[in-house]
């Protein structure tokens, strides 16, 4: 393949969704693109803004949260391996507040403990806690939840014995 053609191809493709620019290194590469020309062709897709990694950076940290139901260790992670520089990873993780990610968290884990056999509290929680930091969430982050779905238990049996 040509450089002109990987041109129109990844130009093609990025005009259809949002890609970073080791995406299309990778992709290059497997196409035996030599370096030089890989080079070239990222100028060209980043100076005409087909590719932007801060503008990728946003709506990934976005897709995941809200389609994915991701934490922000694990989003962080995936940015990471995408080789999104520290500073755009930081800056898009922390355009995301707090609540967001707890409002995400608390029937994630409300449906799961549903799904949980235990014989504890004890191991109720450490299994939803497990649970919660395989999906990224912070440590903080699930114990403020795990609290909060307790109180909304506790507060439904006693209304219910009333």
């Not at 992670?77 to 995408?82: E, G, I, R, S, V």
């Not at 993780?93 to 014989?119: G, H, M």
């Not at 969430?137 to 795990?146: H, L």
Request: one cysteine or more; glycine letters at 2%; proline letters at 1%.
């Amino acid at each position: 393949m040509t450089e002109e053609q990987a041109l129109n191809r990844l130009a093609a493709l990025c005009s259809q969704a949002e890609h970073c620019m080791q995406e299309m290194r990778d992709k290059m590469a497997r196409w035996g693109i030599d370096d030089d020309a890989q080079q070239r062709v990222v100028d060209y897709l980043v100076a005409n803004r087909y590719v932007d990694d801060r503008r990728y950076a946003r709506s990934f940290v976005n897709d995941k949260l809200k389609y994915n139901k991701w934490g922000p260790r694990k989003i962080e992670q995936a940015l990471w391996m995408k080789h999104i520089d520290d500073d755009i990873r930081q800056e898009a993780l922390d355009d995301v507040d707090n609540e967001e990610y707890v409002s995400v968290l608390r029937p994630l884990l409300t449906s799961k403990r549903k799904t949980i056999k235990a014989d504890s509290d004890y191991e109720m929680n450490t299994k939803l806690l497990r649970f919660a930091l395989g999906r990224g969430f912070t440590f903080q982050q699930v114990k403020e939840v795990i609290d909060d779905v307790e109180d909304v238990e506790d507060n439904d049996i006693t209304d219910e014995d009333i």
